[in-house]
T-cell receptor, first 112, second 116 residues
Framework: EDKVVQSPLSLVVHEGDTVTLNCSYEVTNFRSLLWYKQEKKAPTFLFMLTSSGIEKKSGRLSSILDKKELSSILNITATQTGDSAIYLCAVTRSQGAQKLVFGQGTRLTINP | KAGVTQTPRYLIKTRGQQVTLSCSPISGHRSVSWYQQTPGQGLQFLFEYFSETQRNKGNFPGRFSGRQFSNSRSEMNVSTLELGDSALYLC???????????????FGQGTRLTVV
């Protein structure tokens, strides 16, 4: 059975700190790994990593896929209070259409 | 471009009733997936529809069903509601133009269902 594990489950830091969120996975016929940010209801898309795109960056956020270690990290530098959210990691298979298998999420709290 | 639209936003139902939730995908998106989110289980896949056909199904009882219309809009139905069905139900759409192409899924705001 496909499995995605995120760590830590909860993290509290001060504004300006840098944080690293972890995601490890076990999936048959891995296709892609996606990161989402969920503040209230709708998870919003951050990055998609695949065999052909193992590193992505957007502003203060960046993510790397390690296919050998079956894991990914999401880095956020110079954190702001608006970064407070639940960060979700999900994987897809080559077969299985658009089924996303999610981890439990990391609840990130940025204190001013 | 309008995002994924889910209706209603909130619902309160009593045990034993049935409920229908609606999802309108982003224009041009043909794949619609449904997820259940609860504090204990996190986000879990229910099913996915593409071109009016269910392509994939998660591990939920038969009380959970869905369908997709020719305009790609999708509905999800839960019959004989149980207290444990209280959750946030999220819909996601994607283009999925070709199986070989990796496409990200975009989520709607969700429907918060409370069963009392």
């Amino acid at each position: 059975e496909d499995k995605v594990v995120q760590s830590p489950l909860s993290l509290v830091v001060h504004e300006g700190d840098t944080v690293t969120l972890n995601c490890s996975y076990e999936v048959t016929n891995f296709r892609s790994l996606l990161w989402y940010k969920q503040e209230k209801k709708a998870p919003t898309f951050l990055f998609m990593l695949t065999s052909s795109g193992i590193e992505k960056k957007s502003g203060r956020l960046s993510s790397i896929l390690d296919k050998k270690e079956l894991s990914s990290i999401l880095n956020i530098t110079a954190t702001q209070t608006g970064d407070s959210a639940i960060y979700l990691c999900a994987v897809t298979r080559s077969q299985g259409a658009q089924k996303l298998v999610f981890g439990q999420g990391t609840r990130l709290t940025i204190n001013p | 471009k309008a995002g994924v639209t889910q209706t209603p936003r909130y619902l309160i139902k009593t045990r034993g009733q049935q409920v229908t939730l609606s999802c309108s995908p982003i224009s041009g998106h043909r794949s619609v997936s449904w997820y259940q989110q609860t504090p204990g289980q996190g986000l879990q896949f229910l099913f996915e529809y593409f071109s009016e056909t269910q392509r994939n199904k998660g591990n939920f009882p038969g009380r959970f069903s869905g369908r997709q219309f020719s305009n790609s809009r999708s509905e999800m139905n839960v019959s004989t509601l149980e207290l444990g069905d209280s959750a946030l139900y999220l819909c996601a759409s994607s283009t999925d133009r070709a199986r070989r192409v990796n496409t990200e899924a975009f989520f709607g705001q969700g429907t918060r269902l409370t069963v009392v």
